[in-house]
């Protein structure tokens, strides 16, 4: 089985509305680089909402976002100044609430200057791509007979056909009347 290669990603964003969209291009182009395409959904969808709330409510809006890549697991690090979790990231519609739905695993610890809140995702065998590969089909010209070939055995079976029938006629005895 082929091992995959760990891959590590490090960016420094300073939030803003129009960052944040950069953010999710910049990490796309970064998945599918890694031949993760499939996971770039959820993984940007997770981070923006992150990054949303920095922008939203943070007092410093400098962060750090990271994404590990092991073979199996891909981890996404989001990382900002301050070190509370409010009550409302845990809400129905919080922002934590969405990463936990979206996510195979996540959590968050402090850091030394403020907190981490990270994600993780499985990577499941790819579906879009078969590891054997497949008989190639027929071509038509293997599939059909040419028209010409099939045309002249018809004839010459007709031919034999007709000569067999008057050979038949020949030796028949002829009946009187």
């Given at each position: 089985?082929?091992?995959?290669?760990?891959?590590?990603?490090?960016?420094?964003?300073?939030?803003?509305?129009?960052?944040?969209?950069?953010?999710r291009r910049i990490l796309t182009a970064h998945l599918r680089h890694w031949g993760l395409g499939i996971l770039s959904e959820p993984v940007c969808h997770c981070t923006g909402v992150l990054l949303h709330e920095i922008e939203e409510h943070g007092a410093d809006k400098k962060t750090v976002v990271e994404m590990w890549w092991n073979g199996q697991h891909l981890i996404t690090a989001v990382s900002d100044s301050n070190r509370d979790l409010p009550r409302r990231h845990y809400g129905p519609q919080g922002c934590l609430t969405q990463i936990a739905a979206l996510s195979d695993g996540w959590g968050s610890f402090p850091a030394t200057h403020g907190k981490i809140i990270w994600f993780s995702r499985r990577v499941r065998a790819p579906e879009h791509a078969p590891l054997a590969p497949t008989t190639p089909a027929p071509s038509l010209r293997e599939a059909l007979e040419l028209p010409r070939a099939?045309?002249?055995?018809?004839?010459?079976?007709?031919?034999?056909?007709?000569?067999?029938?008057?050979?038949?006629?020949?030796?028949?005895?002829?009946a009187a009347v």
């Amino acid at each position: 089985m082929k091992s995959a290669i760990p891959c590590y990603y490090h960016l420094d964003v300073e939030v803003s509305p129009e960052r944040i969209d950069q953010v999710r291009r910049i990490l796309t182009a970064h998945l599918r680089h890694w031949g993760l395409g499939i996971l770039s959904e959820p993984v940007c969808h997770c981070t923006g909402v992150l990054l949303h709330e920095i922008e939203e409510h943070g007092a410093d809006k400098k962060t750090v976002v990271e994404m590990w890549w092991n073979g199996q697991h891909l981890i996404t690090a989001v990382s900002d100044s301050n070190r509370d979790l409010p009550r409302r990231h845990y809400g129905p519609q919080g922002c934590l609430t969405q990463i936990a739905a979206l996510s195979d695993g996540w959590g968050s610890f402090p850091a030394t200057h403020g907190k981490i809140i990270w994600f993780s995702r499985r990577v499941r065998a790819p579906e879009h791509a078969p590891l054997a590969p497949t008989t190639p089909a027929p071509s038509l010209r293997e599939a059909l007979e040419l028209p010409r070939a099939a045309g002249a055995e018809v004839a010459g079976a007709a031919a034999e056909a007709g000569g067999a029938a008057a050979t038949a006629e020949a030796e028949a005895p002829v009946a009187a009347v």
